[in-house]
């Protein structure tokens, strides 16, 4: 087996619209890279921190998806949620270009990068979910483009429209590595948003039956803002039995310190609409092996049952479950 990396595909900034492209067929796709290049238009003064929009630059795509045969989802996610989820993913969080929101810098230059984990993270076999595209007839990345207002409020238009690049690292396996028919487990990412009407100890959100869930990620939202006193407790029930049940501080600061996740390295993160500790990571597989993950195959429900109290606006959880697909029998 060997590895090798590549830029594969360069996607055009087009407002408001879906621009999607193909990446190549073959091989195991261990991650991808997403760099994000942008100027917008701001005056230097209007560049402050409270202009800065949800997910700051990565605000722009409104959404990103990554689709198999034309019709499998393996990814559909928000830009904006991107830089907070791959910081959970992979226990460091990527760095956003700090002229962003720096009240100084006019038409603020912002280059940024993500990576998007396929390798599974913190576990015994991170082999095990690669997602294999040697027998795929196409693979789309999609991209739902949003405009200059979604990265500063403060902005009038783009000095240099946005551009995405998308690269890769695959693995190239041999025949005697892995055989031609070998399964793998798919980790499929996805975004469930529930709004929340009142403040309740048991607001409840199903999550569908028949998948394994390592976890989820949780993210609160008031009047479009990630608010951090929004979620008091989180319980991941089926029946009466509880498979999580804490209060969301002790999630939150549970899972920084057993899986090293550090601090943001750049003060985009706690600018404007955005604050770090709006997120929960719930983890339910803590020593690396998978079969501590849930299995709902045979479940007849499976549901969140949320201690939350609601903001002075709309108030959203977002739900980003962390599921796994393994071949069955």
């Known amino acids: 087996m060997f590895t090798n990396t590549m830029l594969e595909r360069t996607l055009a900034f087009s407002a408001g619209n879906i621009v999607s492209g193909e990446l190549a067929r073959g091989g195991l796709i261990r991650e991808l890279y997403l760099q994000l290049t942008q100027a917008p238009t701001v005056a230097g003064a209007a560049n402050t921190a ?33 830089p907070f989820l791959a910081g959970h993913w992979l226990g460091r969080f990527p760095n956003l270009t700090a002229t962003l929101g720096d009240a100084a810098t006019a038409n603020p230059v912002l280059n940024d990068t993500i990576v998007i984990p ?28 949003g405009t200059f207002t979604d990265v500063s409020s403060g902005a009038t238009a783009y000095t ?120 929960y990571l719930w983890d339910q597989v803590t020593d690396g092996r998978l079969s501590e993950a849930v299995d709902t195959l045979a479940f007849s429900e499976f549901f969140v049952e949320a201690d939350v109290t609601v903001g002075g606006g709309a108030t959203i959880v977002n739900i980003y479950p962390w599921i796994l697909i393994p071949p069955r029998a």
């Open 160 to 279: 240099t429209n946005p551009v995405l690049e998308i690269s890769s690292l695959r693995s190239v396996p041999l025949p005697e590595d892995v055989p031609d028919g070998a399964v793998f487990t798919e980790w499929r990412r996805t975004q469930q948003e529930v709004a929340v009407p009142a403040t309740t100890t048991q607001q409840r959100i199903d999550l569908s039956t028949g998948y394994v869930y390592r976890g989820a990620i949780f993210e609160t939202l008031d009047a479009g803002d990630m608010e951090s006193d929004v979620l008091n407790r989180i319980r991941v029930k089926s029946g009466a039995t509880a498979f999580q049940d804490l209060r969301s501080v002790v999630m939150r600061e549970a899972a920084r310190q057993r899986f090293g996740i550090q601090v943001a390295p750049s003060a985009v993160y706690s600018r404007g609409q955005n604050d770090l500790d709006a997120w």
């Open 118 to 145: 396929f390798l599974q993270p913190f576990a015994a076999k991170p082999f095990d979910t690669v997602l294999d595209v040697r027998r795929a007839r196409q693979v789309e990345v999609r991209v739902t483009w």
């Open 50 to 82: 409270a202009a800065v929009r949800r997910g700051g630059p990565w605000g722009v795509i409104r959404r990103l998806e990554i689709i198999l045969n034309g019709s499998e989802v393996v990814l559909s996610l928000p830009g904006a949620a991107l």
